[in-house]
């Protein structure tokens, strides 16, 4: 079995043999203050089958508040680089105006904490304005890995699209061939970055830290193979789109109330 096979087949074993392992360690230092579980837990968890879990995520659009504590979590649970251009996931508002052009633009946080939009439009031109989380979709029929000339980004079996970057060499195919702007080469390890579900976390029964935070639930992280979870209802029940459809990448980010302006 060739190492990328073993990847593949073994997810729990894949987070003890490659660069996934380091970048966990780090991670589980970065959240000490927003999980104290993640602190003390061995990355690995016996037992757990990467073949009876399939992990998509939901976002509620309409319950959305645009706070960024989502972001804010994620950078600080997976050590991601606090200049503007790199996010593992980000928040877009959209602003609806009268004459129904669209302004769209990311939520940024200030020092203080306090948000902030690049893009100033006077509140009497606004006719509405929502927001919109945003993250890798971890394509059921993904792009980027078809483009990887190295094997060094794959799905797991249970549904997450992962960088190894023990092999990416940083070519950044795969942030070219992302149709959703998902990914970006990180300047301190030089590979390619992107959300992962927080997998380190997820295999561990822990929700991704984006989801835990969300003081809205607006969204929504479980297994599709479950009946019983919180994203089957939540697919069940909404009317549900996901981005860009028509490129047949097969998105596990599931929208509901998804805005037509949305792009
Ligand atoms: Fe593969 Fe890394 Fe190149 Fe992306 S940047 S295509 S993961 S080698
Ligand atoms: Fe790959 Fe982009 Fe799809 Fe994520 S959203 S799996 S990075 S193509």
Not at 89 to 111: A, H, L, P, Q
Not at 126 to 136: E, G, Q
Request: glycine letters at 6%; proline letters at 6%; charged letters at 25%.
């Amino acid at each position: 079995m060739d190492k990328r096979e073993f990847l593949k087949k073994g997810a729990i074993l894949f987070i003890s043999a490659s660069g996934v392992v380091r970048h966990l360690e780090r991670s589980t230092t970065a959240s000490a203050s927003t999980t104290s579980a993640s602190t003390t837990q061995k990355p690995a968890v016996p037992g757990y089958d990467p073949a009876s879990h399939y992990y998509g995520m939901g976002i509620d659009v309409d319950r959305c508040i645009g706070c960024g504590r989502c972001v804010e979590a994620c950078t600080v649970e997976n050590d991601v680089p606090r200049e503007p251009s790199y996010a593992r996931t980000w928040v877009e508002r959209y602003v609806i105006k009268n004459d129904k052009s669209v302004v769209v633009d990311r939520i940024e946080t200030g020092e203080g904490g306090e948000r902030k939009f690049k893009e100033v439009v006077d509140e009497a031109d606004i006719l509405r304005t929502f927001f919109i989380p945003k993250l890798c979709n971890h394509c059921a029929n993904p792009p980027c890995v078809q483009v990887c000339p190295v094997g060094a980004t794959f799905s797991t079996e249970d549904g997450a699209v992962i960088v190894d970057e023990e092999r990416c060499i940083g070519c950044r195919y795969c942030i070219q061939a992302c149709p959703y702007g998902a990914r970006f080469l990180n300047p301190r390890t030089k590979t390619a970055d992107k959300c992962t579900f927080c997998y380190h976390r997820v295999v561990k029964g822990m929700q991704p830290a984006c989801v835990e935070v969300c003081p809205t639930q607006a969204r929504i992280f479980g297994d599709l193979r479950s009946k019983a979870s919180r994203l089957v209802r939540f697919q069940r029940v909404n009317k549900i789109h996901v981005l860009k459809p028509h490129l047949n990448t097969e998105p596990k980010v599931y929208y509901a109330d998804l805005d037509g302006e949305v792009r």
